[in-house]
């Protein structure tokens, strides 16, 4: 039986709601697997208390905490520091309480979705050629500067709402091209990755309608959906000679860099990982 000694290492996630998290699973198969003396708790946080949860993360002595819906942005503006990605993304998801008792932001969202890519796709090159990437929420805002500072020189991006779109090129430069999202099927023409970063062709949402036919045989398709692991998307690209790429690697990996700092571990991502998740989805 696994047990906690006093000088247990505390981290955790903070969300609201917080109860249909998997981070608490996946940290804890990383915890047993290395026989850790620490603890990842589902800290369910209202917005209006992410402040004083945040400023009580060193006094209870909490190592780090992830945050998730709905806190990301707001807590990129409490913490003492914050990375220049994060900055670049306005929005962290991984909080470090450093030597000095101060919060150390960052977002790791980009970092997940990039390992992935290259284990799951290894051929896969930034100067392939222009990546599609639809959806301008917070994980899109994540990718798009992710696949920026990788090196790919064109980034078409198409969102339902145009605003999104055009704010979002605002923000990254001249490498997005805004495109119709009526036109997101041309805008595959010569492309070598589309990613879906929309909530479409999730459990309960509509599939994403979008026709495949231009896309370059050799192309990747990254759906960071993971429930259902395999979307309408991945089916259809899988089907055309694709590589598919699911989004629960991007899940399993982005939780690396918090799991490292807070408990002193490096840990890996295995299929027998991927499986102990998958089965709670
Ligand atoms: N694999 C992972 O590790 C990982 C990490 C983060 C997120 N995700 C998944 O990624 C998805 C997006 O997450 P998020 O945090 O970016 O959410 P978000 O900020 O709420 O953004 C949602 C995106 O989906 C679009 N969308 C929603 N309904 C649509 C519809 N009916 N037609 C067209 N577009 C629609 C939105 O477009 P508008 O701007 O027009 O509303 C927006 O671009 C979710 O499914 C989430 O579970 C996965």
Redesign the pocket.
């Known amino acids: 039986m696994r047990t906690l000694s006093g000088r247990a290492r505390l981290a955790g996630v903070i969300g609201w709601p917080i109860a249909h998290s998997r981070s608490p699973r996946l940290h804890g198969f990383w915890l047993a697997q290395h026989d850790i003396d620490g603890a990842y708790l589902p800290l369910a946080v209202r917005p209006e208390n992410l402040a004083a949860a945040l400023k009580a993360l060193p006094i209870l002595g909490f190592g780090g905490v992830n945050v998730t819906?709905p806190h990301?942005s707001a807590a990129l503006g409490l913490v003492d520091r914050a990375s220049a990605e994060a900055r670049r993304i306005g929005a962290i998801n991984t909080v470090v309480v450093g030597a000095d008792g101060l919060l150390e932001g960052s977002n790791t969202?980009g970092y997940?979705?990039l390992e992935?890519l290259k284990s799951a796709a290894p051929d896969w090159r930034p100067e392939d050629g222009p990546a599609v990437l639809?959806?301008?929420?917070?994980?899109?805002?994540?990718i798009a500067v992710a696949l920026l500072e990788a090196g790919v020189a064109e980034l078409r991006l198409a969102?339902?709402?145009a605003?999104?779109?055009a704010e979002l090129a605002a923000a990254l430069g001249p490498a997005i091209k805004p495109v119709a999202?009526a036109a997101r099927s041309d805008a595959l023409d010569g492309a070598s990755l589309l990613v879906?970063?929309?909530?479409?062709?999730?459990a309960g949402?509509?599939p994403?309608e979008i026709g495949l036919l231009r896309l370059p045989r050799q192309a990747v398709v990254y759906d960071?959906?993971?429930?259902p692991l395999e979307t309408p998307l991945l089916a259809a690209a899988r089907a055309r000679g694709h590589t598919p790429v699911?989004?629960?690697?991007?899940?399993?990996?982005?939780a690396l860099p918090g799991f490292a700092a807070w408990f002193g571990v490096t840990p890996e991502v295995t299929p027998e990982l991927r499986e102990f998740v998958l089965a709670a989805i």
């Open positions: 819906l990301k969202d997940g979705f992935h639809l959806g301008a929420g917070g994980a899109a805002r994540a969102n339902r709402t605003r999104r779109t999202w879906n970063s929309t909530t479409l062709g999730m949402q509509p994403l960071i959906v993971y429930v699911d989004g629960l690697g991007m899940l399993l990996h982005q």
